[in-house]
């Protein structure tokens, strides 16, 4: 067998830091060639969860949220017995409404940002630290 240096041929799986890009493109191959050995029926299946998901793309939204508070909602919600992400978007509409019509303001909670993308973050610590004191 010719080893790597002598074959002047990259192997893929040898492939280390690669661009994050490059290696999505490499797993989305290794997943089709996986789901392509499956049978009929399951494929089919697998087909009609990755259409459902494409038609759910355009509602979605990512949230990075501490962890006291993402505990906190996934306990209310099996309580509640409802999907997590319905009871974080019923639970947004008071406080959304009341920042539009300037009935509540961010100002005291914004830190500058090290990210080119924004101007401010909040300071979601301190906020957690003053509903505490309220409770």
């Not at 797993?27 to 969860?49: C, F, H, I, N, T």
């Not at 355009?58 to 319905?86: F, W």
Request: glycine share 2%; with cysteine.
């Amino acid at each position: 067998m010719i080893s790597e240096e002598e074959s002047d041929m990259t192997r893929f799986t040898n492939l280390g830091g690669l661009d994050l890009a490059v290696n999505l493109l490499i797993d989305q191959g290794d997943r089709w060639q996986v789901e392509a050995r499956l049978p009929k029926v399951e494929r089919s299946r697998k087909k009609k969860e990755r259409e459902r998901a494409q038609k759910r793309k355009p509602h979605r939204i990512n949230l990075d949220l501490p962890l006291d508070l993402k505990k906190r909602l996934e306990t209310q919600a099996q309580l509640e017995g409802v999907p997590v992400s319905q009871l974080v978007a019923f639970l947004l509409y008071e406080p959304l409404h009341l920042l539009e019509c300037k009935s509540l303001s961010l100002w005291r909670y914004k830190i500058p940002s090290h990210c080119p993308k924004f101007d401010c973050n909040l300071d979601l610590k301190r906020r957690s630290e003053e509903f505490m004191w309220k409770s």
